[in-house]
Each structure stands twice: as C-alpha cells, then as structure tokens.
C-alpha cells in the first residue's frame, strides 16, 4: 500500500527504512532520496513508523 502518493514510498518501504534506523519522518524521507511535497502523508508515516518500532521492542523483548 502506498503510503506517500507524492514519492511513490509504500509501507513497506517505510517498515524498511526504520529496520535501517530511520526513526523520524524526515529520515524515511531522506532514505528514499525524497522530500515531502503535500505532506499530507506525514501522519500515516508516523503510524507506521510507530507500529514497527512497537513490533521491534516487542520482538527484542521476547529475545
Ligand atoms: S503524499 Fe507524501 S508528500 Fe504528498
């Protein structure tokens, strides 16, 4: 699912980028050579931003 319509980054990608230590929406921005333009994302990146480093603590976790 795309979650940037302006720069094409879909979720995954963000999922990516914070699995590569970017913890910011500026730094999924910056990992993909891109800058916001509507920022009408931003948010969304935010969540999902969230959510996979609420996933990852949880897996180290249970390590
Ligand atoms: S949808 Fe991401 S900058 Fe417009």
Redesign the pocket.
Known sequence: MY?????G?REKEVKQAVNNGAATVARVFKAHGCK???????NCIRNVIDAETVENTTLLAAE
């Open positions: 979650v940037c319509i302006c720069n980054i916001p333009e509507c920022a009408k994302c931003v």
